[in-house]
């Protein structure tokens, strides 16, 4: 008995480990992107892969493993790991709001403004309230 408790433990632990390395739900889905140029892109986040189509069309797919979450004052950031080595945070800084974020890079810097369902200024979210 003992030992099949032993076992149940580790198979959840793996089970949990394998579904974490997955995205979010948070950020899963077609988001309306603004990077810093004012440039209009379309980012769509699958469980372990994202896709960026520019303005031009052109569709770029990336691989990535979610490494990080960290939710204070009920605003979120999770981290990924993109398959080309860079990392990546995806914050919600406007507390209980998962409409519009926040792509930053693993410096802070922010690179794409997302909502939703529509283009979101830089202002909306860092503005003053």
Same mark, same amino acid.
């Given at each position: ?12 632990? @793996?089970? #949990?480990?394998?579904? +974490?390395?997955?995205?979010? &739900? ?6 309306? *992107?603004?990077? @810093? ?17 520019? +303005?031009?069309?052109? #569709? ?9 979450? !960290? /939710?204070?004052? +009920? @605003? ?6 993109? !398959? &080309?080595?860079?990392?990546?945070? #995806?914050?919600?800084?406007? *507390?209980? &709001? ?7 890079? *693993? *410096?802070?810097?922010?690179?794409? /403004? ?8 830089? &202002? ?6």
């Amino acid at each position: 008995l003992q030992m099949r408790n032993a076992l149940n433990f580790l198979l959840g632990m @793996v089970l #949990i480990s394998l579904y +974490s390395c997955s995205g979010s &739900d948070t950020y899963r889905g077609v988001w309306k *992107a603004l990077n @810093v140029r004012g440039e209009k892109l379309e980012i769509n986040f699958e469980a372990k892969s994202l896709t960026i189509k520019d +303005s031009t069309g052109q #569709i770029k797919t990336y691989n990535y493993k979610q490494n990080s979450v !960290s /939710i204070k004052n +009920s @605003v979120e950031t999770y981290g990924i790991q993109v !398959s &080309d080595g860079k990392s990546y945070q #995806i914050n919600f800084p406007i *507390a209980n &709001d998962e409409t519009m974020g926040v792509i930053k890079d *693993a *410096a802070g810097t922010p690179l794409y /403004i997302i909502g939703r369902s529509r283009y979101v200024q830089y &202002d909306e979210i860092y503005g003053l309230k």
